[in-house]
């Protein structure tokens, strides 16, 4: 993991990926999409995140055990989220 | 003495109180922590005596509310949550990996000193108008009580801070330092159960930190985030408090059952029956452990379909705790068994956390919980896994390794006495305690109606010989610190890796290169350097 | 301790590259705690987003979207001029890898002025955290409150993190500058570089939840 990437290229695409998708999750935002609107910009928001965790952070060339760690801290994120939601979304009147 | 051990190597104040060594930051954890357990002891004596009577016995209601909730939060927070792995876990990891020390020193150091910002002003807090909401601060009333819940709760974050940053330490720990040639399933188990608690240790806390802080800024400047006059929601704050503090009853009972693990093949003189299945069911149960949360939550306008998940998420924590039983029973069965004090902690620890586990899965039964939620049923049930569980395994702990951490040797028939001390006043104290929840008792109660008066004397008689037998072993523990003589480096003829340097080790853990060739449960083939021990020679014969 | 070009491990690590690991690893497990951190307080308006959907619509509306949006800009660009410094100072250019660190400050200082402008209008229109404020005596819905308290919370802690990275990119600048960090530490600056790196994908989530949906 200390075979850090050779050229600056993939940093610059990166980021000029990251822009792109910025600016069409604001476009997107102008666009009718009802209840799609925000699972369509949460969507966005996850294919960013993991660009800047893979490329920025260099997590693509991280040992097993940092991998684990985020995939630890995510797993219990959305189970805290399910299930917390999962109530409010449940209850009766 | 002539041998350079981390005791004697240095011996000013300014070299304890700035170490980075391990092994001494877990002395002053482990004094610290003993504090901690007297005061909130102090508390649970005088909650006892103010219950030997019905109504007014020797405190006002409102001394007996923030005697509860003081009781309650040094005991969680200051004692049990850092108790085994601040201390133990702070001396052993690193010797049981063979490093030198933990992955960042200083940052252990600070850790250390965090704990005790966070416990000072949990004890000002005492002074600045007390705490009345009990330890789980539930808004709506935490958010507008006029006590010091700005205080204390602040402190409570501050040893939250500390407890991720002891997590993180020993999580690198365990993956970065170990010696050459030593993977993961030639650890010794305590490292196991210790690595499983970090883990909950940094990824649970900082949602009792987020919320603790909501919680202290609507006290404090109202900004009303669980207030249902501004369309908050008090049971969301429920979810959040026990997505941390479920898990930290694994916090509490983990790091026990690694102390389990070790006393059990230390002195069966067995390999223990599957290293794998009680090392897998440490993560099994860190896991299971943060999807169970709702089950305290049954009676508090939660949804029937979440609840309903939640009751059947609860019971599959007992599957891993069965699993962890059995193992250790089996390696009981057929060992040459040692009835020293350490093992004696652990038959009461077996037998308390199997009845504390068994009423777990009743309440678990959401029907069930509707009738005991909230009365001395469920106190009762968390006091056997709690102090039934983790403060016996403490106890072991401070036993086993006591030759270990100082050189010497405690007597043992004492110990035996007070052992057995501990294990009836505990019994007698909160058993009883079941059988009044069950007849209608609620928990938190200042006053109750005469027909509870017998089982509330039997209780409190229970707590005094609890006591007593903890200050027979203070006594004697305290005596041999300085008069017991010398163990000698293995005395337990143990094949556990802390054992395979000298007792009290030196400031580096080691004389030359770890000797770990031999694993740590292998009983079949002698120990060079222990062979002179008799046990050790029968076993080898 | 001062760093040369040659480094020797601290003294109960065995080499360097077990130090950075170590040091490494340590910075991901703390990231791993710093996003349930966030995590709690997302999960709390999530939660009161689906009891109030069309108070916390309302909320998103009357949002000043286009700061939010143009911040959402600046992160992203500091984000890449941080993770191209780690680049060039592994290769050695010393004075490059400074200008991108000072750059990346800089941004981090605009995001923060943006911010501070934001609330400045807020609290022009009268709304307060804690449903305090003349903005709520016109507008009642309910839940709408949650919001806007939510809304200061989870934005002012970010900034509270922002605030911290600058201050360890700062650092790190001056190190650079007096050529303490180079191409054998550049480990060093990779971990402020990743803890700003958390701080910008935490603002990619709650940029759509607090201003575009």
């Given at each position: 993991?200390?075979?850090?990437?050779?050229?600056?290229?993939?940093?610059?695409?990166?980021?000029?990926?990251?822009?792109?998708?910025?600016?069409?999750?604001?476009?997107?935002?102008?666009?009718?999409?009802?209840t799609w609107a925000l699972p369509v910009a949460l969507a966005i928001a996850v294919v960013k995140a993991v660009l800047v965790a893979l490329v920025f952070m260099e997590l693509a060339h991280a040992t097993l055990s940092m991998k684990l760690t985020v995939l630890a801290a995510l797993a219990l994120l959305l189970t805290l989220m399910a299930l917390m939601v999962a109530d409010v979304a449940t209850r009766g009147t | 003495m002539t041998?350079?051990?981390?005791?004697?190597?240095?011996?000013?104040?300014?070299?304890?109180?700035?170490?980075?060594?391990?092994?001494?930051?877990?002395?002053?954890?482990?004094?610290?922590?003993?504090?901690?357990?007297?005061?909130?002891?102090?508390?649970?004596?005088?909650l006892r005596i103010e219950h030997l009577t019905p109504g007014h016995t020797v405190m006002?209601?409102?001394?007996?509310?923030?005697?509860?909730?003081?009781?309650?939060?040094?005991?969680?927070?200051?004692?049990?949550?850092?108790?085994?792995?601040?201390?133990?876990?702070?001396?052993?990891?690193?010797?049981?990996?063979?490093?030198?020390?933990?992955?960042?020193?200083?940052?252990?150091?600070?850790?250390?000193?965090?704990?005790?910002?966070?416990?000072?002003?949990?004890?000002?807090?005492?002074?600045?108008?007390?705490?009345?909401?009990?330890?789980?601060?539930?808004?709506?009333?935490?958010?507008s009580t006029p006590t010091a819940i700005p205080t204390a709760l602040l402190g409570v974050f501050v040893i939250g801070f500390s407890t991720i940053l002891t997590g993180l330490n020993f999580v690198v720990t365990t993956h970065t330092m170990r010696h050459e040639g030593l993977g993961w399933m030639k650890l010794p188990l305590f490292v196991w159960a210790i690595y499983a608690?970090?883990?909950?240790?940094?990824?649970?806390?900082?949602?009792?930190?987020?919320?603790?802080?909501?919680?202290?800024?609507?006290?404090?400047?109202?900004?009303?985030?669980?207030?249902?006059?501004?369309?908050?929601?008090?049971?969301?704050?429920?979810?959040?408090?026990?997505?941390?503090?479920?898990?930290?009853?694994?916090?509490?009972?983990?790091?026990?059952m690694g102390v389990v693990s070790e006393v059990v093949a230390t002195f069966a003189r067995k390999n223990l029956y599957s290293y794998r299945a009680i090392a897998y069911s440490s993560f099994g149960l860190a896991f299971v452990g943060f999807l169970t949360w709702g089950h305290h939550m049954f009676v508090a306008g939660m949804s029937t379909f979440d609840a309903g998940a939640f009751g059947v998420l609860s019971m599959l924590v007992a599957i891993f705790s069965a699993i962890k039983v059995f193992n250790w029973t089996w390696t009981l069965k057929g060992g040459a068994v040692a009835l020293k004090?350490?093992?004696?902690?652990?038959?009461?620890?077996?037998?308390?956390?199997?009845?504390?586990?068994?009423?777990?899965?009743?309440?678990?039964?959401?029907?069930?919980?509707?009738?005991?939620?909230?009365?001395?049923f469920v106190v009762a049930h968390f006091h056997f896994i709690m102090v039934g569980g983790t403060l016996t395994a403490f106890l072991a702990a401070i036993h086993y390794w006591f030759p270990k951490i100082t050189g010497r040797m405690y007597s043992e028939r004492l110990g035996l006495l007070s052992a057995a001390l501990v294990f009836a006043g505990f019994f007698v104290t909160f058993f009883p305690q079941f059988l009044l929840g069950n007849a209608g008792m609620p928990r938190r109660y200042y006053d109750y109606p005469p027909q509870f008066q017998p089982l509330h004397i039997v209780s409190t008689a229970g707590s005094w010989v609890l006591a007593t037998g903890l200050l027979i072993t203070a006594i004697y523990l305290g005596h041999a610190l300085f008069r017991g003589h010398r163990a000698g480096d293995n005395p337990w003829g143990s094949r556990s890796f802390e054992w395979r340097t000298t007792s009290p080790p030196p400031t580096h853990n080691f004389h030359a290169t770890p000797p770990f060739d031999i694993d740590p449960y292998d009983y079949t083939q002698p120990l060079p350097g222990t062979d002179d021990d008799p046990a050790a020679e029968k076993e080898a014969a | 301790m001062s760093d040369t070009t040659v480094l020797a491990p601290q003294e109960h690590f065995a080499t360097i590259e077990q130090q950075a690991h170590a040091a490494r690893l340590g910075m991901w497990v703390f990231l791993a705690s710093e996003v349930l951190l966030f995590g709690a307080i997302i999960a709390l308006f999530t939660s009161y987003q689906v009891h109030y959907p069309d108070a916390f619509r309302q909320g998103v509306d009357h949002n000043t979207k286009l700061l939010g949006s143009i911040n959402t800009g600046v992160l992203l660009t500091s984000s890449t001029a941080v993770a191209c410094s780690v680049h060039a100072l592994r290769a050695g250019k010393r004075r490059l890898a400074g200008l991108l660190v000072a750059?990346?400050?800089?941004?981090?200082?605009?995001?923060?002025?943006?911010?501070?402008?934001?609330?400045?209008?807020?609290?022009?229109?009268?709304?307060?955290?804690?449903?305090?404020?003349?903005?709520?005596?016109?507008?009642?819905?309910?839940?709408?409150?949650?919001?806007?308290?939510?809304?200061?919370?989870?934005?002012?802690?970010?900034?509270?993190?922002?605030?911290?990275?600058?201050?360890?990119?700062?650092?790190?600048?001056?190190?650079?500058?007096?050529?303490?960090?180079?191409?054998?530490?550049?480990?060093?600056?990779?971990?402020?570089?990743?803890?700003?790196?958390?701080?910008?994908?935490?603002?990619?989530?709650?940029?759509?939840?607090?201003?575009?949906?």
């Amino acid at each position: 993991m200390n075979a850090a990437p050779i050229s600056v290229k993939p940093i610059l695409a990166t980021g000029g990926a990251l822009l792109a998708l910025w600016v069409s999750s604001f476009a997107l935002s102008y666009a009718s999409l009802g209840t799609w609107a925000l699972p369509v910009a949460l969507a966005i928001a996850v294919v960013k995140a993991v660009l800047v965790a893979l490329v920025f952070m260099e997590l693509a060339h991280a040992t097993l055990s940092m991998k684990l760690t985020v995939l630890a801290a995510l797993a219990l994120l959305l189970t805290l989220m399910a299930l917390m939601v999962a109530d409010v979304a449940t209850r009766g009147t | 003495m002539t041998e350079a051990t981390y005791l004697n190597a240095r011996t000013t104040i300014r070299s304890w109180v700035l170490t980075t060594d391990h092994k001494r930051i877990g002395i002053l954890y482990l004094v610290t922590l003993i504090f901690a357990l007297v005061l909130g002891g102090f508390f649970a004596m005088a909650l006892r005596i103010e219950h030997l009577t019905p109504g007014h016995t020797v405190m006002t209601a409102m001394t007996y509310n923030r005697s509860f909730t003081l009781h309650g939060v040094i005991m969680v927070w200051i004692f049990m949550i850092p108790s085994i792995p601040a201390s133990f876990g702070n001396f052993l990891l690193p010797i049981m990996v063979g490093a030198k020390d933990v992955a960042f020193p200083r940052l252990n150091l600070l850790s250390y000193y965090l704990f005790i910002t966070g416990t000072v002003m949990v004890l000002v807090s005492m002074f600045v108008g007390g705490i009345d909401t009990g330890w789980t601060f539930y808004p709506p009333y935490s958010s507008s009580t006029p006590t010091a819940i700005p205080t204390a709760l602040l402190g409570v974050f501050v040893i939250g801070f500390s407890t991720i940053l002891t997590g993180l330490n020993f999580v690198v720990t365990t993956h970065t330092m170990r010696h050459e040639g030593l993977g993961w399933m030639k650890l010794p188990l305590f490292v196991w159960a210790i690595y499983a608690t970090s883990i909950i240790q940094v990824l649970a806390t900082p949602v009792l930190g987020m919320v603790l802080l909501l919680v202290v800024l609507d006290n404090s400047l109202h900004w009303g985030f669980f207030d249902p006059a501004r369309g908050g929601d008090p049971v969301l704050y429920q979810h959040l408090f026990w997505f941390y503090s479920h898990p930290a009853v694994y916090i509490m009972i983990l790091p026990g059952m690694g102390v389990v693990s070790e006393v059990v093949a230390t002195f069966a003189r067995k390999n223990l029956y599957s290293y794998r299945a009680i090392a897998y069911s440490s993560f099994g149960l860190a896991f299971v452990g943060f999807l169970t949360w709702g089950h305290h939550m049954f009676v508090a306008g939660m949804s029937t379909f979440d609840a309903g998940a939640f009751g059947v998420l609860s019971m599959l924590v007992a599957i891993f705790s069965a699993i962890k039983v059995f193992n250790w029973t089996w390696t009981l069965k057929g060992g040459a068994v040692a009835l020293k004090t350490p093992l004696l902690y652990v038959f009461a620890f077996l037998f308390l956390f199997v009845f504390g586990g068994m009423t777990g899965v009743a309440v678990a039964a959401m029907s069930l919980d509707v009738h005991w939620h909230d009365t001395y049923f469920v106190v009762a049930h968390f006091h056997f896994i709690m102090v039934g569980g983790t403060l016996t395994a403490f106890l072991a702990a401070i036993h086993y390794w006591f030759p270990k951490i100082t050189g010497r040797m405690y007597s043992e028939r004492l110990g035996l006495l007070s052992a057995a001390l501990v294990f009836a006043g505990f019994f007698v104290t909160f058993f009883p305690q079941f059988l009044l929840g069950n007849a209608g008792m609620p928990r938190r109660y200042y006053d109750y109606p005469p027909q509870f008066q017998p089982l509330h004397i039997v209780s409190t008689a229970g707590s005094w010989v609890l006591a007593t037998g903890l200050l027979i072993t203070a006594i004697y523990l305290g005596h041999a610190l300085f008069r017991g003589h010398r163990a000698g480096d293995n005395p337990w003829g143990s094949r556990s890796f802390e054992w395979r340097t000298t007792s009290p080790p030196p400031t580096h853990n080691f004389h030359a290169t770890p000797p770990f060739d031999i694993d740590p449960y292998d009983y079949t083939q002698p120990l060079p350097g222990t062979d002179d021990d008799p046990a050790a020679e029968k076993e080898a014969a | 301790m001062s760093d040369t070009t040659v480094l020797a491990p601290q003294e109960h690590f065995a080499t360097i590259e077990q130090q950075a690991h170590a040091a490494r690893l340590g910075m991901w497990v703390f990231l791993a705690s710093e996003v349930l951190l966030f995590g709690a307080i997302i999960a709390l308006f999530t939660s009161y987003q689906v009891h109030y959907p069309d108070a916390f619509r309302q909320g998103v509306d009357h949002n000043t979207k286009l700061l939010g949006s143009i911040n959402t800009g600046v992160l992203l660009t500091s984000s890449t001029a941080v993770a191209c410094s780690v680049h060039a100072l592994r290769a050695g250019k010393r004075r490059l890898a400074g200008l991108l660190v000072a750059a990346t400050i800089a941004l981090g200082a605009v995001f923060l002025v943006i911010k501070l402008t934001e609330y400045a209008k807020h609290f022009h229109e009268g709304i307060y955290p804690g449903g305090a404020g003349s903005f709520f005596q016109v507008h009642h819905a309910r839940g709408l409150p949650e919001f806007w308290t939510l809304y200061f919370g989870m934005t002012g802690l970010h900034a509270l993190h922002v605030t911290i990275g600058l201050t360890v990119l700062g650092v790190l600048l001056s190190r650079i500058m007096r050529a303490e960090l180079g191409a054998a530490s550049a480990h060093r600056l990779e971990l402020g570089a990743i803890y700003w790196h958390l701080v910008d994908v935490i603002w990619i989530f709650l940029w759509p939840l607090l201003y575009l949906a």
